[in-house]
């Protein structure tokens, strides 16, 4: 009786150190597939970021040169009735 419980004991042993061993590799496993994880999902989000900021100064650019525009515009239509008000009370 002695002889099988010391040969179930070195089995249990054996077996355990197996099991250490291969939750160590399986943990390593877990980090690799964790980091990469982490490492890709912080890429697309820079990446979104930095397309978002894009559009968003391509539309502020845009907005401003219509706003611009539309100033330069007035400007012109205010001059050209301030010279007919002008010569028309020059005239009368």
């Known amino acids: 009786m002695i002889i099988s419980f010391a040969k179930l004991v070195a089995l249990l042993i054996l077996l355990s150190s197996g099991l250490l061993s291969s939750?160590?590799?399986?943990?390593?496993?877990?980090?690799?597939?964790?980091?990469?994880?982490r490492n890709l999902t912080r890429e697309i989000g820079h990446g979104t970021r930095d397309v978002t900021r894009e559009i968003g100064h391509g539309t502020?650019?845009?907005?401003?040169?219509?706003?611009?525009?539309?100033?330069?515009g007035v400007k012109t239509i205010g001059e050209g009735t301030k010279d007919v008000v002008k010569s028309l009370t020059d005239d009368g």
């Not at 939750?23 to 994880?37: L, N, S, V």
């Not at 502020?60 to 330069?72: N, Q, S, Y």
């Open 23 to 37: 939750c160590a590799e399986f943990k390593d496993a877990g980090r690799t597939i964790g980091h990469t994880t």
């Open 60 to 72: 502020r650019d845009v907005a401003k040169d219509i706003g611009h525009g539309t100033r330069r």
